[in-house]
T-cell receptor, first 117, second 115 residues
């Protein structure tokens, strides 16, 4: 099955600086890579995703890059703000089960992003 | 807005009790999932279902079972709760289009403590 490694486990940056979180995956057949943000007391929420037919995707201050050859993808947050403080998870599809339904996700262990004022 | 609700935010049970965690989604999604979240381990898939009465094991199904009698409802069952099942349990759902994986919508989670 898929294995997803995420680094770092904790990241502290000054407000206004950029933050980068990196993930690697093991299954070269994986084709969908979402990033989730989890705020305290809430379930994870999708913030951006990328499919394997593109190398980069941007949404305002957030971007995701994908390197299929190296099997890694990264989340970039620019001009960080206090509300960016949260735990971020990367994920990749578990794999196609015999039932043919949509995949569950294998998650990285998470990065606690701390924005220092 | 998609809404995924879970029956309890906090639950305290005793070792050996049978525990039911309920999840309901209101977007007519085919797929539903149960994960557990533990510090330093991230989210791990327990079971999922891609249709009524259908279920598939995830990465850590031992000690759990599931039930999906209606499309909108997916239940996680701990037949005999143990202390190592103390955790945060998250339910998620997603629609399905052939050959594609889509955004999973998560509920707020149930924090279960087994004493």
């Amino acid at each position: 099955g898929e294995n997803v490694e995420q680094h770092p486990s904790t990241l502290s940056v000054q407000e206004g600086d950029s933050a980068v979180i990196k993930c690697t995956y093991s299954d070269s057949a994986s084709n969908y890579f979402p990033w989730y943000k989890q705020e305290l007391g809430k379930g994870p929420q999708l913030i951006i995703d990328i499919r394997s037919n593109v190398g980069e995707k941007k949404d305002q201050r957030i971007a995701v890059t994908l390197n299929k050859t190296a099997k890694h993808f990264s989340l970039h947050i620019t001009e960080t703000q206090p509300e960016d403080s949260a735990v971020y998870f990367c994920a990749a599809p578990v794999g196609t089960y015999s039932g043919g339904g949509a995949d569950g996700l294998t998650f990285g262990k998470g990065t606690h992003l701390i924005i220092q004022p | 807005d998609v809404k995924v609700t879970q029956s309890s935010r906090y639950l305290v049970k005793r070792t050996g009790e049978k525990v039911f965690l309920e999840c309901v989604q209101d977007m007519d999604h085919e797929n539903m999932f149960w994960y557990r979240q533990d510090p330093g381990l991230g989210l791990r898939l327990i079971y999922f279902s891609y249709d009524v009465k259908m279920k598939e094991k995830g990465d850590i199904p031992e000690g759990y079972s599931v039930s999906r009698e209606k499309k909108e409802r997916f239940s996680l069952i701990l037949e005999s709760a143990s202390t190592n099942q103390t955790s945060m349990y998250l339910c998620a759902s997603t629609g399905r289009l052939a050959g594609r994986t889509y955004e999973q919508y998560f509920g707020p989670g149930t924090r279960l403590t087994v004493t």
